[in-house]
């Protein structure tokens, strides 16, 4: 069992208040799930005392490593959500809410909803520290996957590996992404996870010697060159990466030449070029191999300089050259974003230019998940042919959150613009459908079929028969009941939110459409004027 002071031991620049705000909820959690067990038959309070613990290894605050210790404690009905409320305020509360809401959600296997699903996920989830904890929460959950029942652990480990752990990169959290990847990927396919084992071991094997020579000799090449602040680690690919490499090079082992990697970890951006140039000076890069992603961070705002270069001692070798601050960034992600004492470190590091640039880069790349082909649309003005289906409210959005100062403002941004405008149900088979905010059954039964729309005689949301003006909520369930004999009336054209259902109404009831300017007309009318 995790001990609260190794939680508490992990905070960084914790306040008297912020370790005995901890050791209450340590304590409260401890008592509410005294008489509960794991599938292990350990103790179940080892799970939500080990989930504070990653959160606090990430860094979060005192809050959201309190919700940790406090996210199963609501769902298993051992307290109250007004005692939760009472005790530890209302933030907290919300974020264990969060938590249990999204747990709701399971993953059917259907790999067309994968997408959905995760954006579901991160819309349901309007405080980012929800999705964390719920990513610590699996993680944990994944550690101990082997107690869980065989016919429950299949779903659980292929859910990881679709949903969560590429949740986890568009967060940027690359350490927890390739640790959910490899904790599920033997449950998935046992027989590829093993092989990549063994092309990883062998590989190892060969190269492990030449490059802690390699290592050395860079190391006193930098040293000569003045620089004596860097450190250099040797990083290992991770076994579901791997095997997604060998599929793509028809597993042709010699031509992959990152399963060991030399990683240098300088202070400096200014210092990783210096770097970078003595690297090629020592070693022969491999032409077209060599990546600034310092200069053009990934979507997820990784940042690094990768070279492939050729050594006498260890053969191809893959070199990434990072600052302290992007190693960091690339193994925590958001999270490391989301601690401001973090972010007053950085800014103190970086400057504060070079900070707002990798915010700004760093939040755009959560709208461009959402739509991946949206980049194409909010480059090229007016250039959407080829790029259908993504919705200009979308783009408009991603434009407008180029500039973002900051994560928690970029956030809070995206609650506002985007999920209050969007809203995710479900059909009972599980299909997410995407409505604008307030609407209606009536709304959601003709985006499924105009038929249905025509012939709708009720609606159930959650199991339970509503009223066809009930406005959808994120998440829920909808079941349309059809009847041949039903029809549409004038009066649903108050209720309904979406053009689509108002069309389909007014050509049921053979009424015309309004004398209103289209958005269309209005749109071309303002371009002419251009
Ligand atoms: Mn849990």
Redesign the pocket.
């Given at each position: 069992m995790t001990p609260v002071k190794e939680i508490i031991g992990e905070m960084t620049d914790a306040s008297p208040e912020d370790i005995a705000f901890v050791e209450k909820a340590y304590e409260f959690s401890k008592k509410a799930h005294a008489t509960q067990t794991r599938y292990s038959g350990e103790p179940y309070f080892i799970?939500p005392a080990a989930?504070a613990k990653i959160l606090a290894e990430y860094g979060m605050d005192a809050t959201t490593i309190a919700a940790g210790l406090l996210?199963?404690a609501i769902e298993d009905g051992c307290i109250s959500r007004d005692e939760v409320e009472k005790e530890f305020g209302k933030e907290l509360l919300f974020i264990v809410d969060g938590v249990t809401k999204l747990g709701t959600h399971k993953y059917r296997g259907a790999e067309r909803h994968a997408e959905s699903l995760r954006r579901l996920l991160v819309a349901t989830a309007s405080d980012i520290r929800v999705l964390i904890v719920k990513l610590a929460?699996r993680f944990h959950?994944m550690q101990t996957l082997e107690h869980v029942p065989e016919h429950k652990r299949q779903r659980i480990a292929l859910e990881t590996l679709e949903i969560y752990a590429p949740i986890a990169d568009r967060l940027g959290m690359g350490k927890l992404k390739s640790a959910l990847e490899d904790l599920a990927f033997p449950f998935v396919d046992p027989d590829a996870a093993s092989h990549a084992a063994e092309v990883r071991k062998l590989k190892t094997q060969e190269t492990e010697e030449g490059l802690t020579k390699v290592q050395k000799e860079i190391g006193s090449e930098l040293t000569k060159k003045g620089l004596t602040m860097f450190r250099t680690d040797i990083r290992m690919k991770g076994l579901w990466s791997l095997h997604q490499k060998l599929k793509r090079k028809r597993d042709d082992i010699t031509l992959i030449h990152d399963i060991a990697a030399l990683r240098i970890i300088v202070s400096t951006v200014e210092d990783c070029y210096v770097t970078l140039g003595a690297v090629h000076a020592l070693y022969k890069p491999l032409p077209g191999e060599f990546k600034d992603y310092i200069a053009f961070p990934k979507p997820n705002g990784y940042q690094s300089l990768h070279t492939t270069v050729v050594t006498p001692e260890a053969g191809i070798v893959e070199i990434q050259i990072r600052t302290e601050d992007m190693h960091r960034a690339a193994q925590f992600g958001i999270a490391s974003h989301m601690s401001y004492k973090q972010l007053g470190k950085g800014v103190e590091k970086l400057g504060k230019e070079t900070q707002k640039s990798r915010f700004s880069s760093l939040s755009f790349s959560w709208v461009r998940w959402l739509i991946p082909s949206l980049m194409k649309v909010a480059t090229k003005e007016g250039e959407t042919k080829g790029v259908t289906k993504v919705p200009p409210w979308l783009a408009e959005l991603a434009e407008a959150h180029t500039d973002v100062a900051g994560s928690k403002e970029f956030v809070e941004g995206l609650r506002e613009d985007f999920f209050s405008h969007r809203v995710f149900v479900f059909t009972p088979k599980g299909d997410v459908i995407d409505l604008p905010a307030a609407s209606t059954p009536i709304d959601f039964a003709y985006a499924i079929h105009s038929d249905l729309g025509d012939h709708l005689q009720g609606a159930k949301v959650n199991g339970k028969l509503v009223s066809f003006d009930t406005v959808l909520g994120n998440g829920e369930v909808v079941e349309i009941l059809r009847r041949d004999s039903a029809h549409p009336s004038t009066k649903w054209l108050d209720i309904v939110r979406t053009s689509l259902a108002r069309r389909h109404i007014r050509a049921t009831l053979g009424l015309t459409e309004p004398e209103k300017p289209t958005p269309k007309r209005r749109r071309s009318s303002h371009q002419s004027k251009k």
């Amino acid at each position: 069992m995790t001990p609260v002071k190794e939680i508490i031991g992990e905070m960084t620049d914790a306040s008297p208040e912020d370790i005995a705000f901890v050791e209450k909820a340590y304590e409260f959690s401890k008592k509410a799930h005294a008489t509960q067990t794991r599938y292990s038959g350990e103790p179940y309070f080892i799970h939500p005392a080990a989930t504070a613990k990653i959160l606090a290894e990430y860094g979060m605050d005192a809050t959201t490593i309190a919700a940790g210790l406090l996210h199963d404690a609501i769902e298993d009905g051992c307290i109250s959500r007004d005692e939760v409320e009472k005790e530890f305020g209302k933030e907290l509360l919300f974020i264990v809410d969060g938590v249990t809401k999204l747990g709701t959600h399971k993953y059917r296997g259907a790999e067309r909803h994968a997408e959905s699903l995760r954006r579901l996920l991160v819309a349901t989830a309007s405080d980012i520290r929800v999705l964390i904890v719920k990513l610590a929460d699996r993680f944990h959950n994944m550690q101990t996957l082997e107690h869980v029942p065989e016919h429950k652990r299949q779903r659980i480990a292929l859910e990881t590996l679709e949903i969560y752990a590429p949740i986890a990169d568009r967060l940027g959290m690359g350490k927890l992404k390739s640790a959910l990847e490899d904790l599920a990927f033997p449950f998935v396919d046992p027989d590829a996870a093993s092989h990549a084992a063994e092309v990883r071991k062998l590989k190892t094997q060969e190269t492990e010697e030449g490059l802690t020579k390699v290592q050395k000799e860079i190391g006193s090449e930098l040293t000569k060159k003045g620089l004596t602040m860097f450190r250099t680690d040797i990083r290992m690919k991770g076994l579901w990466s791997l095997h997604q490499k060998l599929k793509r090079k028809r597993d042709d082992i010699t031509l992959i030449h990152d399963i060991a990697a030399l990683r240098i970890i300088v202070s400096t951006v200014e210092d990783c070029y210096v770097t970078l140039g003595a690297v090629h000076a020592l070693y022969k890069p491999l032409p077209g191999e060599f990546k600034d992603y310092i200069a053009f961070p990934k979507p997820n705002g990784y940042q690094s300089l990768h070279t492939t270069v050729v050594t006498p001692e260890a053969g191809i070798v893959e070199i990434q050259i990072r600052t302290e601050d992007m190693h960091r960034a690339a193994q925590f992600g958001i999270a490391s974003h989301m601690s401001y004492k973090q972010l007053g470190k950085g800014v103190e590091k970086l400057g504060k230019e070079t900070q707002k640039s990798r915010f700004s880069s760093l939040s755009f790349s959560w709208v461009r998940w959402l739509i991946p082909s949206l980049m194409k649309v909010a480059t090229k003005e007016g250039e959407t042919k080829g790029v259908t289906k993504v919705p200009p409210w979308l783009a408009e959005l991603a434009e407008a959150h180029t500039d973002v100062a900051g994560s928690k403002e970029f956030v809070e941004g995206l609650r506002e613009d985007f999920f209050s405008h969007r809203v995710f149900v479900f059909t009972p088979k599980g299909d997410v459908i995407d409505l604008p905010a307030a609407s209606t059954p009536i709304d959601f039964a003709y985006a499924i079929h105009s038929d249905l729309g025509d012939h709708l005689q009720g609606a159930k949301v959650n199991g339970k028969l509503v009223s066809f003006d009930t406005v959808l909520g994120n998440g829920e369930v909808v079941e349309i009941l059809r009847r041949d004999s039903a029809h549409p009336s004038t009066k649903w054209l108050d209720i309904v939110r979406t053009s689509l259902a108002r069309r389909h109404i007014r050509a049921t009831l053979g009424l015309t459409e309004p004398e209103k300017p289209t958005p269309k007309r209005r749109r071309s009318s303002h371009q002419s004027k251009k």
